[in-house]
Every structure is written in structure tokens, then in C-alpha cells.
């Protein structure tokens, strides 16, 4: 769904701040050049200066990524999942796993297999599920529909994006059917889970399974009054990692999503992550680096190579992970436009006061900063340093991102939690 004010994920409701974080758009831009400034090491060599001036200028090429390390363990990361989400997945895993361990899909045992979006459904099932579309069920409102809670005759509870009638708009046609082809492809806990669809009658529908938590940007917001805290942004860094990492590796066919930010990142009552919002979704291309596609997605997260050059590949959704993990330490949009010039683009912001020695003064002011929050906070940032590169080859893979991330989690851990406890 295209939100013309907050940019709101279609399958939660719509950005009540509105004013601060522009629109999705779907255009071609030329990407501004961040000028040269002049930053103190203040404790820090040359190459993270080098670094913080790679994210807005041309660098110079890095050497190749490092190989996953011995502290990261898919296969244990699977077992993790499986015991503090398997009871909102849906889903239960068979005896045998496949070597590709949590970024494999949701296999139920071999009687029960169900396929995502092979659910049957007629026009009078998902009217008496959404009361016929009623206004007290509208969970979210964009450009091409409106989303509305619905409960299916069995209890189960689901999201229904209504597209807007328009039969003049073959735009929203080709995102419609789009979203619905990359949807049938992927299944992964970390993933909005798809049930099926609908055309009949003037109406496409899109049924996915509902979020109850709302999105990310909501909580980073405090809508619901609650402060998100920082271990919290820390497993759904972790979860949003695994699923791109899924989505470009181990999915049937690699997808692009495209459109990753923070009210496409939706909350289970446990804080767990899925990442929703497929209309703007690409199957990568298997026989070259990029493909050549019209630019879309959300300013502020739009990786400026693809601006610049319209080649799409897996590394524009790393870019936009970069900004999303700065947005997690701060806590503020990508863009402030009622902030002073200097603090208006969050990421080049961050990534200077980083490079200072002073990443702590970038902390959420909701959020107390201690020890662990301290180290967690810079490591982040030289990951969003990596991500946030201006050209895709001297970006980290998702692969790369989730194994550091897990790196960050258990170095987090250890100073949160006394060493006497531990024992």
C-alpha cells in the first residue's frame, strides 16, 4: 500500500505522525552529493574517517567480505526462533532441516503441507470476515487501497488489502499481481505469511495473516506510550536481517525487496519482526550483477547508486538496512525537515557524529545509555558504515549483516547480564 502521508505498512494501520517522514515514491532522481567536512579522529584511525566519507563519496575498493564466523550458527539461530515464535508462525517444522537452517521455509510435516497463498476464497467469505468492509475495521489507508482486520469462519485472524477500483490504473494492476506472484514464492517466520487472494467482481484483494503490534516506526514513535527498548531494536535488527538474507538466498528464486524501512517492519505481541509489503518486490536476475528497472521506494532509504544509475540489485536493500539500523539507534526518520541542516538527514548525521567519537550523543532519547549500549551502538553504526558504502560492491551481503549482528547480540548480552549471574 502506498501511503501518501506516513508511508504506513498496508497490513497495520497508517502512520499517525504523517508530517515526518516523506512519502514512498516512485520516480527517478539524481542523487545529492554530501559535501566534504572536516571531522577529529577523536580516538579514531584514519580508516574510519576514510569510512565515514565512503558513504557520500566515491571510495575506494574494499577487500572482499570475510567468511561467515564460528559464532554464528544458523542451525542454532533456527532452534531459537522456533521456541520464542513458533507458536505465531502457523507453522510446525518437520524432523529433517535443510543445511540452509532458518532461512529455509516453514515446512510442516509432508500431510499437512500447505503452500503460502493456496488458501480458496470466495468475495461472501471476506465480506462477513471484514463486515463488509467496515470503516471500524480500516487498519491502514494508502495510494492504491486500504487495509482492513478481518476474522476467518475458523477464528484465524488476517489483514485484507482492498485495491481501489480503478480501471484506468495499470499501475495498480501490475502491483497488485506483482506482490501477489513474489508472495507465492517465500515463506519464512520473519515474513508476513500469505494465505491467498482475490479478483472478482472489481475487487483484487491480497489476504496475509494479521500483525497485532503494529509497525516499527509506531513504536519508535511511543504511539502506544512505551518506550521500544534497546535490546528489543536489537532482535528485530536481527530478525529483519534474516529475512532479507532469506529473501536474496535461500528463497525459491532471489527477491529485491525494495521498499524496506520501518513502518514495512511489523510486530508480533512479542516484539518478534516481519517484514511486510511486497508491492514494490523484484525477482533478482540469476545471469547478471543488476537489471536495469525504474527507480521506487522510500526517500530517505533509496540507495543513491540506483537513484543515479536505475541498476537494481541485492545490495539496494542492504543500503536501505543501513539506514533502517541508524533509525534504530536514533530513534528519528531517515528525514527531519524541521530539524537544523546538519541533523536533517539522519544517516550522514549519525555516521559523522560516529566518526567523532561521539555515536553515544546520536542515542534515542527515550533510551538510558550504559556499558552495553555504549559497545552495541558503535559496532551498529560500523555495520551501518559498511551498509550505507555509495556503491553496492563495497557493501556487506544480508548473510554478512545478520552474522555481525549476532556478534553485537552476544557481546550485548555479556555486559548486560553480571558474570555472577551467569555462573
Request: some cysteine; hydrophobic content about 35%; charged content about 25%.
Amino acid at each position: 500500500m502506498r501511503s501518501g502521508s506516513g508511508g504506513a505498512s498496508p497490513w497495520r494501520r497508517s502512520d499517525p505522525g504523517g508530517s515526518g517522514e516523506l512519502s514512498r515514491v516512485s520516480v527517478a532522481t539524481t542523487a545529492s552529493s554530501a559535501s566534504e567536512r572536516s571531522v577529529s579522529g577523536a580516538g579514531r584511525g584514519v580508516s574510519f574517517l576514510d569510512a565515514f566519507r565512503s558513504c557520500f563519496v566515491p571510495p575506494e575498493a574494499r577487500s572482499p567480505e570475510t567468511s561467515m564466523s564460528d559464532d554464528f550458527h544458523p542451525s542454532h539461530q533456527l532452534s531459537h526462533l522456533v521456541s520464542s515464535q513458533g507458536s505465531n508462525s502457523g507453522s510446525t517444522f518437520g524432523s529433517k532441516r535443510s543445511i540452509k537452517g532458518m532461512y529455509s521455509p516453514m515446512h510442516r510435516n509432508s500431510s499437512e503441507r500447505e503452500m503460502p497463498g493456496s488458501t480458496k476464497f470466495s468475495l461472501p467469505q471476506i465480506q462477513k470476515a471484514t463486515k463488509n468492509f467496515s470503516p471500524n475495521l480500516k487498519i491502514g489507508q494508502g495510494g492504491s487501497g486500504t487495509v482492513y482486520k478481518g476474522q476467518l469462519a475458523d477464528g484465524t485472524l488476517v489483514a485484507v488489502k482492498r485495491a481501489k477500483k480503478n480501471v484506468y490504473d495499470k499501475h495498480m494492476g501490475r502491483e497488485f499481481w506483482n506482490e501477489i506472484e513474489t508472495l507465492q514464492r517465500i515463506e519464512h517466520l520473519n515474513l508476513v505469511r500469505f494465505h491467498g487472494y482475490l479478483e472478482f467482481g472489481g475487487e483484487q484483494l491480497i489476504i496475509v495473516e494479521y500483525v497485532p503490534n503494529g509497525n516499527l516506526r509506531e513504536h519508535l514513535d511511543c504511539v502506544n506510550g512505551k518506550v521500544l527498548e534497546f535490546s528489543q531494536r536489537l532482535e528485530i535488527a536481527i530478525d529483519v536481517a534474516h529475512a532479507i538474507t532469506y529473501l536474496h538466498t535461500y528463497s525459491d528464486h532471489p527477491v529485491i525487496h525494495r521498499d524496506i524501512k520501518s513502518s514495512n517492519i511489523l510486530l508480533m505481541n512479542n516484539f518478534r519482526a516481519k517484514v511486510a509489503d511486497f508491492g514494490f518486490a523484484k525477482l533478482a536476475p540469476t545471469d547478471a550483477s543488476h537489471v536495469s528497472t525504474q527507480v521506487k521506494g522510500t526517500a530517505g532509504y533509496l540507495d543513491p547508486e540506483y537513484l543515479r544509475t536505475y541498476q537494481l540489485n541485492e545490495k539496494s536493500d542492504v543500503y536501505s538496512f543501513g539506514v533502517l539500523l541508524v533509525e534504530l539507534v536514533t530513534g528519528r526518520r531517515p528525514i527531519e525537515p524541521k530539524r537544523s541542516i546538519i541533523e536533517r538527514v539522519t544517516a550522514k548525521w549519525s555516521m559523522e557524529k560516529f566518526v567523532e567519537g561521539n555515536a553515544i550523543q546520536t542515542l534515542d532519547s527515550n533510551l538510558e545509555a550504559n556499558d552495553a549500549i555504549n559497545l552495541a551502538v558503535e559496532k551498529m553504526y560500523e555495520l551501518a558504515l559498511q551498509c550505507l558504502a555509495p556503491t553496492k560492491r563495497n557493501r556487506p551481503s544480508m548473510r554478512r549483516c545478520a552474522e555481525i549482528l549476532w556478534s553485537i547480540r552476544k557481546d550485548y548480552r555479556e555486559l548486560v547480564v553480571p558474570t555472577s549471574a551467569m555462573n
